[in-house]
């Protein structure tokens, strides 16, 4: 199958905004990160405000839709305050998750089809708003056609259990778990949704999501900002970018 059209990447600054936190100053600026990332070709940049603000702020926020020239995917959990903010900024994008204070980082895809009827009538006045709508979900057949069924325009498949079964060796179940997200993501097509896929996605992980036609968009970040240490942030993204368009057209790095 042909691709089905230029594989997006969307940069996510939430650990700038971490290291800046953890000193409580002003530097590193997600801000500076995010522009350095849209001029090393970043698609789009992804921040995930939680409601403990353990990481990008609502100042961040505003910032972020003053600069940007690419569209903001704007991370949030299903709450009322979060919805406000939305329709306050009219971000490009926001992307519905699943968030609970203990974590350190999303644990999983939202529960959609538990959850049917107050995520509908949450999502609603965000698509009138002009925002596209994503939800974060696990390659999972009834969590999708549950977020169809809601409206969403947009499903982002959680790679993470793909990742970390790769990284500790089990490599039955990180070829099980990359299956499920390849049926998934063509079914997820089937019916009409856009496709994206993210967490946890590495250098040594990314080419077999970005092989999958059906998929027009990867979030990645934390791998990024991390690498942006040893590389810098613009070479991180360079090679990233690299891996992906070369698993896209079918040759190998």
Avoid: W
């Avoid at 702020?57 to 305050?81: C, H, Q, R, W, Y």
């Amino acid at each position: 199958m042909q691709p089905l059209g230029q594989l997006r990447l969307g940069v996510n600054i939430d650990h700038v905004a971490t290291v800046r936190n953890a000193r409580g100053g002003a530097y590193p600026d997600p801000l500076r990160a995010a522009k350095l990332a849209e001029q090393a070709g970043a698609d789009g940049i992804t921040a995930h405000l939680r409601e403990d603000r353990r990481h990008i702020s609502d100042a961040d926020i505003d910032g972020l839709m003053e600069v940007l020239s690419v569209p903001l995917n704007f991370e949030m959990a299903a709450t009322d305050e979060m919805q406000k903010i939305a329709l306050r900024h009219k971000p490009h994008a926001v992307c519905v998750v699943p968030e609970k204070r203990e974590e350190r980082t999303t644990e999983g895809g939202l529960e959609v089809a538990r959850e049917e009827n107050r995520l509908a009538h949450f999502i609603a006045p965000l698509r009138e708003a002009g925002c596209r709508v994503s939800i974060f979900i696990a390659a999972d057949r009834k969590q999708i056609e549950a977020a169809a069924r809601i409206g969403a325009q947009v499903i982002e498949l959680h790679t993470g259990a793909y990742c970390d079964a790769h990284a500790e060796g089990r490599f039955d179940d990180r070829d099980a778990e990359l299956a499920a997200l390849r049926e998934m993501s063509a079914y997820a097509h089937s019916l009409g949704l856009e496709v994206h896929a993210g967490h946890g996605l590495t250098y040594d992980t990314v080419a077999p999501i970005a092989a999958f036609p059906e998929v027009m968009e990867l979030n990645i970040g934390h791998f990024i900002i991390g690498e942006a240490i040893f590389r810098g942030l613009t070479p991180a993204i360079h090679e990233m970018r690299r891996l992906m368009d070369l698993a896209r057209t079918g040759e190998t790095a």
